[in-house]
């Protein structure tokens, strides 16, 4: 193990306090091996030059390109500078600014024809892509032997950098670290390296780093994915074989009972999606291990009701079966729904409750004492068969009569920490269902529900109408903004009703009072338009609501619902919406996931942009869920040209969850995705890509479950054991362990 201290040794040994102090705060890069582990984003040719055409704006670029023209500027009478140099790359253009005494270097430095490495942050001024001030390298055979010795190779490496610390600064410092390389410890079994053909690690670290050519990168790049890939399954893999010895109670399916009640008097037959899954989870329940299952489903695919019926067979085989909510306004319609479906069945030890019945309550941390005390009690006796809550039912008063089966809503909302401590509550482990409405393709369900078995309900039941969606450019087609509103009113004349989202509440709970924006009423030029909406802080629901009501839809009842509201007022509001009382309710994401009124059929999404493509396609979600269709309206006022625009577009394009998920995530980083559910995953994926990566993934995940089943504790495998631990520090473990 003398290799590992090696490259656990402090940057600034190396480099020098400075330079490693903006590498840990910048770039997270704390010992030798994080530097090893620095990959370069791409390469650039010598000879070649970056195609400038491409260059995104707002982001910090490093570009290698030729100098067309170079021209001094005076402006205020003469007595200041500006030095404009002009980069081509035979099609494209970039402009180089340079003010005041910062001229000088520059303008001896870069003749018209000379070559160079240029990095800043590309940004737009009379309609030009330019750089301002941005540092440079000279590339060429006078631009002094320095910078060519660093630049020998005829592949330069472009690494991610930041303000302080450009690439070829960066590729100094991966020279001093490079020669350490070989003491890096291999976690491949020699057998899988062997018989997949890869090269040693120290080898590939070399290559990815320092390439000779195109080849080298490609083998150094399929080796470290493989790495990342395999050592993040196998940790998965030692998690799957642990809780597959964990004792659980098998609750078998028992005739007569609820689940059969229940059955016969739903007035629609199961989809056939809901058949399979239900036969796939029903069968884990059979078995004396926990069942450990992900169901996802495209909104409004019938996940509940799946879910119901595994509760009841559950309660049925004479245990408990929870609900966990991420919200209190989720929670408590979850209740009402199940409550709904279940009628008379619901009333267990009440008047007028079936001959086959149970008690189904709801505990939520706001209750008040006396119902709260009847609910704690319902569950310790076992009165109550099924409780529906939100982290309440985590406390350390909680106590069950015997858990058999914890359902959790929307998981991304929950840490694992929760999830455990809920499960901790059974006599032995219950089993667990986790539901999730937001699509994930594959790969993703594979990485970070590694731990998990997967099922997918991705028909959409009989009788669902289809959703129309539009983007809604306020400010530059005012008058689509004006019909959006007419559009609500038309609905709601017409015996519908309408959502308002808006991103944020207005009680003074972010931001600072905003300025006119173009969803109120002052008119401000366009230009002036535009740059408002870049300022402004969101729209608020407040705010929105009241101007709604004083204006396009003066007349009209109108609510607002919001996370910060008493949870009575807010579950008053979501009863009077779902009876017909409310005609438009103005709300910000707490209506995301759940909320079920098949009357409401439109929706007008405020400040769409500020919005993610899974979170909008949630929200949509919500109207469409009765026979008359839908209609979603995303306002607004970002540039066509923006990248959020696009996304938007996506949104409109297409209903499809899973597709809205590959979009989503091709538009994020690795690190992003799995971050939200995988704390420590997110700083291991370096190389790998989960989307594209696809077939590594399903075969680095074979491999592993291979070399668990042989041998579980990897005794014989201590450099894979080595590799585990720097993934899994103390807490990544821990949280993996509680999965």
Not at 396 to 409: A, E, I, M, S, T
Not at 465 to 491: D, G, N
Not at 708 to 732: F, K, Y
């Amino acid at each position: 193990m003398e290799g590992v201290s090696a490259l656990d040794e402090p940057l600034k040994k190396t480099l020098g306090p400075a330079t490693a102090k903006v590498m840990a705060e910048h770039l997270g890069l704390h010992t030798v091996g994080d530097l090893l582990h620095h990959y370069p984003r791409r390469y650039e040719e010598r000879g070649r030059l970056t195609k400038l055409a491409d260059l995104p704006l707002d982001e910090d670029v490093t570009v290698v390109a030729q100098v067309a023209d170079a021209r001094v500027h005076t402006f205020n009478g003469g007595t200041g500078r500006r030095l404009e140099v002009t980069l081509t790359d035979g099609s494209g253009r970039l402009q180089l600014v340079f003010f005041g005494r910062g001229i000088h270097k520059p303008q001896k430095d870069l003749p018209p024809g000379s070559r160079g490495m240029f990095a800043g942050k590309v940004s737009v001024f009379n309609h030009r892509l330019q750089l301002a001030h941005p540092t440079y390298v000279p590339l060429g055979t006078d631009s002094g032997e320095d910078a060519v010795d660093s630049f020998a190779g005829k592949l330069i490496p472009i690494y991610p950098a930041c303000k302080g610390l450009e690439s070829w600064k960066i590729t100094k410092a991966v020279d001093a670290v490079l020669p350490r390389a070989p003491e890096a410890v291999d976690p491949l079994p020699p057998a899988l390296r062997e018989g997949r053909g890869f090269s040693s690690l120290p080898e590939a670290l070399l290559k990815v780093h320092r390439p000779d050519n195109w080849a080298d990168v490609e083998t150094a790049r399929q080796r470290l994915k493989w790495d990342e890939a395999f050592v993040l399954q196998v940790a998965l893999a030692r998690r799957r074989h642990a809780d597959a010895q964990l004792p659980a109670v098998a609750r078998k399916p028992v005739g007569g009972g609820l689940l059969d009640d229940f059955d016969a008097k739903l007035p629609f037959t199961l989809t056939e999606g809901q058949r399979k899954v239900t036969a796939e989870i029903f069968a884990d329940l059979a078995t004396e291990h926990p069942m450990h299952r992900l169901l996802q489903g495209e909104v409004g695919s019938g996940k509940t009701l799946v879910a119901l019926r595994a509760m009841l067979t559950v309660v049925d085989a004479g245990g408990q079966a929870a609900m966990l909510a991420p919200t209190e306004v989720l929670a408590q319609q979850h209740h009402r729904s199940i409550t709904e479906m279940m009628g008379e069945q619901a009333q267990g030890g009440m008047l007028g409750g079936a001959a086959n019945a149970t008690k189904v309550v709801l505990l939520t941390g706001s209750m008040g004492v006396p119902a709260r005390r009847q609910a704690l009690l319902d569950l310790v006796t076992g009165e109550a068969g099924i409780v529906i809550g939100t982290h309440a039912l985590i406390e350390d008063k909680v106590r069950f009569h015997d858990l058999g089966l914890v359902v959790v809503d929307e998981q991304h909302r929950f840490g694992v920490e929760q999830r455990d401590a809920l499960r901790s509550k059974g006599n032995q482990p219950p089993h667990l269902l986790v539901m999730t409405a937001t699509p994930i393709p594959r790969t993703v369900a594979m990485t970070v529900f590694g731990d998990l078995e997967t099922s997918v309900l991705d028909q959409l039941p009989a009788g669902r109408s289809p959703i129309a969606s539009h983007v809604v450019p306020a400010l530059e087609k005012p008058r689509f903004f004006e019909r959006a509103w007419e559009r609500v009113r038309e609905e709601a004349e017409g015996g519908h009703q309408a959502y308002v989202v808006c991103p944020r509440i207005g009680d003074g709970d972010d931001e600072p009072k905003k300025k006119k924006t173009s969803a109120s009423a002052g008119k401000t030029d366009k230009a002036e338009k535009a740059d408002d909406a870049e300022k402004r802080p969101p729209l608020a629901v407040l705010d929105v609501a009241a101007q709604l009501a004083a204006g396009p839809l003066a007349g009209l009842r109108i609510e607002v619902l919001h996370g910060r509201m008493p949870p009575d007022d807010k579950d008053a509001v979501m009863r009077r919406f779902a009876a017909g009382e409310v005609d438009v309710l103005v709300a910000t994401t707490v209506i995301e996931v759940g909320v079920n009124v098949p009357n409401a059929t439109a929706m007008v999404i405020m400040d769409a942009d500020r919005f993610g493509v899974s979170q909008l396609h949630q929200l949509r979600g919500r109207v469409g869920r009765g026979s008359a269709p839908g209609l979603c309206l995303l306002v607004t006022d970002a540039p066509e040209a923006a990248p959020a625009r696009a996304r938007l577009a996506a949104v409109a394009a297409t209903l499809d969850g899973f597709e809205l998920s590959r979009i989503d995530l091709e538009q994020r980083r690795e690190g992003d995705v799995l971050g939200q559910a995988q704390s420590g995953v997110r700083s291991s994926l370096r190389m790998l890509a989960v989307i594209e990566d696809e077939e590594v993934i399903a075969a680095a995940r074979e491999e592993a479950v291979a070399v668990v089943r042989e041998d579980p504790e990897l005794t014989g495998l201590p450099e894979l054991r080595t590799a585990l631990e720097a993934l899994l520090d103390a807490d990544r473990e821990q949280y993996l362990d509680k999965g």
